[in-house]
Structures are given as C-alpha cells and as structure tokens.
C-alpha cells in the first residue's frame, strides 16, 4: 500500500472513530452532575419544557366545568350524555386527536427541548390489588416518546393521578382523600406501576426521568400526619425502580403542591432532582428563594415541574427569574380550550356551551338529568366538533404566550 493509500485509510479510519464518539454521545442519558442535568451532548442542559396538561389525565377547568373537576366525575357526565359505548370511543378519539406527531414537531420548532407527560394511573390498572393490566397507557407514552425521540425533545414522565389519591382532589382523579399514604395495597400498586413504566423506558435516552407524584398532600389535609408519610414512600418507589433501571433520573416533589422541601432529609440515590410548582405569587427571588438554597445544601438539580395559568408578563418574568437562577422550566398547559393562557387554543362552540350548561346543573337525581340534558343533536355537534377543534391544524397560536415562554413562534403547522 502506497503511502498516499495509508493516509486515505488513517482519516477513514479516524472519521468513523469520531462518528462513533458523536453517535455515542448522543445515545447517552442525560445525568444529574451537582446542580446540573447534563445533556445527551454532555453539555449542561437547561431544561425548557411545556406540560401535556389534559391529554392522559382530564381536569374539568379545561372543559369549562366547574363541579365535574376530575376525569372520573368528567366521564360521569359524558356517559350520562352519550351512553358507555359512546364516551369510551370518544375518549379513545379523542387522546389521538389532543396530541399527535404534529403536535411534538410543533413544540419542537418553538425552540423548547423538553415535554412533561402527566397520566392518570387508571390508563394503565384498576385500582385493586393485584392489579390488571392494561396497554392503553403504555402505548400512548409509547407513540409521545417516539415522536420525540425522532427530532430530538426530550421527555419527564409524570404521574398526575395515583393509586389511592396522593393528593386527595380532582387533579389526582380521587375520591376526596390522599388514600394512598394510609393503604398498602394503593401503595404497592403505584410501586408496581412504576416498576413496570421503568422496566419498559430503562432502555430510552430521550427519557429523562420520572415525575413520582404530582402535587402531593395539599394544604387542607394534616400536615404533621401525612408530611412524614412523603418520603419513606419515595423511598420505597426508587428502590423498585432501581431493580431494573439505573439509567434515568427520579424527580421528587415537595409536598402541600409541590412546594414544601422542608419534608426531605438528605438524597437518597444518586440521580435524584427535586422539582417544585409555584403559580400566582409575585415574582420575586423571596419566592424561589428555599428552592434555590435547597440545591446549594444539597448539590443536586432543582425544577419547576408546573406554573403558568397567568397574564403573559408574568409569564415572561417568572421565566426570566427561574432562568437567573439556572432553574430549567415546565410551563402549563399546551393546549387549551377557549384561552390565551397555553401555546395553542382551541375553539369553544356553540353546542359546547350547552354541554357545560349541563354539566354545571344540579343533577342530584334522574329527573334532573332527563330535564337538564340537552338534544341529542346538539349533544352529537358539541362532541364531534369538539374532537375536530382539538386538531393542532384547527388550533390557534397564542403568539403572546409563546413569547413569554422566549420561543420562536412557528411559520407553519
């Protein structure tokens, strides 16, 4: 071989040694480094999310009603207005229309680099021990995590809704009461359950990591009884992870909504981040302020998991102060129905109107139902356009939002 040759073959050789290095790089999980995530790219990363509010886990507000607050009372009303057979096709219609591909490309041209997924854990089991599996959970953070895998938008799994109730109100789909710190059985499926999340993801780097409990213990339950409760169930959750992932990283909220740090000892696993909620308060350092010494303390990752619901200047100045402190962030929601506080906004009808007329109307007894309900043509209208609004291509952009948020506001859709 001619010397020419050898140096056509040594560059060769080292470009696929580099290519290698690169693919390699970017096929790494992001890690917790002190304070800091590190990227697949092995750059700090700054995380800069958006929340899926809405899709796996319905809240009523959303809808626009104001005593069906949780998936479960929602779907009360549905049935009553279309019959099971109906409201399960509508429901199943109505997750592949709320968040689709174009949706993840959407968020990703915005300039974000980070989705949160929040679900409810019913997509996934009964809440009876031992537990029945289901796939409908699984496979649409299945589809969510391919779609971001394929341009590069990382993603935070979120349980919004427990075994039990961690929280005791709509948000977590309970019955009134945080069931979960006092049953072993509901404790032990929300173990199992997320065994089998992380047994499923070990493997995939656009994962971050786990949001364990959304929101736990709010303020109008006993403190001093159930704040000690927190951990050791954190505790128990991890180490069953653990069994069978390694890779990703745990978040752990604060209690009374993810705001009281003050019910963690000191880190338990090397790849925890700790991650707070924070909405309607004035946007001062004070406020942020524990969070910010409780990262110092500890040397660990913190995150705003949720704020938002708020005038686009306090957006863009809760930003602008989460950023200062070099705390990545997760706003709320993405989509919205009638409302110019998510990225994008969907149409509230005519017959839609009617539907919340309903579902706010006293409906203690079946006399009240039958005289509240609306026809059954305004009833067929308010639901089918309801899931063609929901279609991103139907969506309205709310630019003001969006720039809030520092994003790049999307020529086309």
Not at 207 to 213: C, E, K, R, T
Not at 354 to 371: D, G, H, M, T
Not at 378 to 407: P, S, T
């Amino acid at each position: 071989m001619n010397h020419f040759n050898k140096t056509i073959s040594f560059l060769l050789l080292h470009f696929l040694f580099l290519l290698s290095c690169v693919n390699a790089q970017r096929n790494q999980f992001v890690k917790v480094e002190g304070k800091n995530f590190i990227g697949s790219d092995g750059e700090v990363l700054l995380l800069r999310g958006v929340n899926l509010g809405n899709w796996l886990n319905p809240e009523g507000y959303m809808f626009h009603f104001k005593d069906a607050s949780s998936a479960r009372l929602i779907n009360n009303v549905f049935t009553e207005l279309l019959g099971p057979e109906k409201t399960s096709k509508f429901w199943k219609q109505f997750r592949q229309n709320y968040i689709t591909n174009d949706d993840i490309k959407f968020v990703k041209q915005t300039g974000l680099n980070s989705i949160r997924v929040p679900f409810n854990f019913r997509l996934f089991c009964n809440e009876e021990y031992p537990p029945e599996y289901k796939e409908d959970g699984f496979n649409y953070l299945d589809s969510v995590i391919a779609w971001s895998k394929e341009i590069g938008l990382y993603v935070i799994l979120d349980m919004h809704a427990a075994p039990g109730g961690q929280t005791g109100d709509n948000i977590d789909d309970s019955w009134g009461y945080p069931f979960l710190y006092e049953s072993e059985e509901m404790q032990k499926i929300t173990v199992e359950l997320w065994k089998k999340i992380a047994e499923r993801y070990k493997n995939e780097v656009t994962v971050i990591g786990y949001d364990l409990l959304n929101e736990p213990i709010p303020h109008f339950f006993d403190q001093d009884y159930f704040n000690p409760k927190l951990e050791p169930l954190y505790k128990k959750i991890v180490n069953a992870i653990r069994q069978v992932d390694t890779n990703h990283i745990v978040f752990l909220g604060g209690a009374r909504w993810d705001t009281n740090f003050k019910v963690f000892g000191k880190p338990f696993d090397k790849k925890l981040a700790y991650t707070f909620h924070k909405y309607w308060m004035p946007v001062k350092q004070q406020e942020i302020q524990e969070y910010v010494d409780f990262k110092e303390k500890y040397n660990v990752p913190v995150w705003l998991g949720e704020s938002g619901e708020n005038t686009d200047e306090w957006i863009n100045s809760f930003r602008e102060l989460l950023e200062k402190n070099n705390i990545g962030w997760c706003f709320w929601p993405y989509k919205k129905m009638d409302s110019e506080r998510s990225m994008v906004s969907f149409e509230k009808t005519n017959e839609w109107d009617e539907i919340i007329k309903y579902a706010n109307s006293l409906r203690n007894n079946f006399e009240a139902v039958r005289k509240n309900r609306p026809s059954n043509e305004v009833i067929k209208k308010a639901f089918d356009d309801l899931l063609e609004n929901i279609k991103l291509a139907k969506c309205k952009i709310n630019n003001g939002y969006l720039k809030a948020l520092g994003c790049e506001i999307p020529e086309h859709f």
